[in-house]
């Protein structure tokens, strides 16, 4: 494989990447805006439905989806990234523009780098990456990398589908649907409640 091939091919991986980030970062925004939805929802349904909500205990369970512990991971590590930063940090670190007047251009490399330096330091790899492809930055270790992105691409898909497992999301994808809703709160009812002994 040539090394344009090769380097088509990495930038394919970081494109699928940032979709499955863009993707992941949805379903947590829907989820955690949803949260107090669901929450006066949960409530409402056990006062209508039951004598009172005082009559319930909720019942501690355990999480739908459980995380998926990969023993021999071979996941994206700083070690992949650390010329790379340095690299990056050479070109736009703020230090580089104290003594320059502060330009929009400036400002918005500043910015920048707290974006990579706190995505670096979190290994919020698609993030690193998507910075490093604005200022045309390319791997040094791009054969490993190329190996080793589609196992981060898969993390983070995971990561967005369990989400989707949660009671949030499903009321989400309700789509406001009353029949939906019913179906949900029974269900939620059923699995997180039991009537206390009176």
């Given at each position: ?82 010329r ?20 929009q ?37 791009m ?54 002994h009176?």
């Amino acid at each position: 494989m040539t090394w344009y091939s090769k380097y088509k091919r990495y930038k394919k991986l970081v494109s699928d990447l940032l979709f499955e980030r863009a993707e992941l970062d949805f379903v947590r925004t829907v989820v955690d805006d949803i949260s107090p939805t669901f929450n006066g929802l949960e409530f409402e349904y056990l006062k209508q439905k039951y004598s009172g909500v005082d009559n319930f205990q909720k019942i501690e369970v355990a999480s739908v989806a459980q995380p998926i512990v990969n023993k021999k991971s071979h996941r994206l590590h700083k070690k992949h990234f650390s010329r790379m930063y340095k690299s990056i940090a050479k070109k736009i670190h703020p230090d580089k523009f104290c003594r320059m007047k502060r330009t929009q251009e400036i400002i918005k490399k500043e910015e920048m780098f707290r974006q990579v330096a706190s995505a670096y330091r979190l290994a919020d790899w698609a993030k690193f990456l998507e910075i490093a492809e604005e200022l045309s930055e390319r791997p040094l270790n791009m054969d490993r990398l190329i190996q080793l992105i589609p196992s981060e691409i898969k993390e983070t898909k995971r990561k967005a589908e369990e989400l989707k497992t949660t009671y949030g999301w499903q009321l989400y994808e309700c789509n406001e649907d009353p029949t939906c809703i019913e179906n949900l709160m029974q269900k939620v009812t059923n699995k997180m409640y039991r009537r206390k002994h009176e």
